[in-house]
């Protein structure tokens, strides 16, 4: 089964820093944009940062400068370096790719997410 498996969530403190990692598995054929989306309670899902096949990057205002995406194409793994941390990043992140594989063609796939706690 192809999917994508999530880690590096926890509770830090405010101006801590976390990694978190999202690996695909399974057989795939190529994998073209990866990103990051966080929910917040009471909040609807918003996108953090995307990295497209070819490494161009993009964030939310609000992460810009403090978190860094970035992905290792033998690994089929993106990251997201999570800097400066502010309780308001509290948050489920979800890892989001989309992928073509041989059996199912082009699928979008979702991370089982990871909680990001930042309370002192």
């Known amino acids: 089964q192809v999917q994508l498996v999530e880690s590096g969530g926890g509770l830090v403190q405010p101006g801590g820093s976390l990694r978190l990692s999202c690996a695909a598995s399974?057989?795939?054929?190529?994998?073209?944009?990866m990103g990051w989306f966080r929910q917040a309670p009471g909040k609807q899902r918003e996108l953090v940062a995307i990295?497209?096949?070819?490494?161009?990057?993009k964030s939310v205002d609000s992460v810009t400068g403090r978190f860094t995406i970035s992905r290792d194409y033998t690994k089929n793994t993106v990251y997201l370096q999570m800097n400066s941390l502010k309780p308001e990043d509290t948050a489920v992140y979800y890892c989001?790719?989309?992928?073509?594989?041989?059996?199912?063609?082009?699928?979008?796939?979702w991370g089982q997410g990871t909680l990001v706690t930042v309370s002192s």
């Open positions: 989001n790719a989309d992928v073509v594989t041989p059996r199912e063609g082009y699928l979008e796939l």
């Open positions: 399974g057989s795939i054929t190529s994998i073209y944009d």
């Open positions: 990295i497209t096949s070819e490494g161009s990057t």
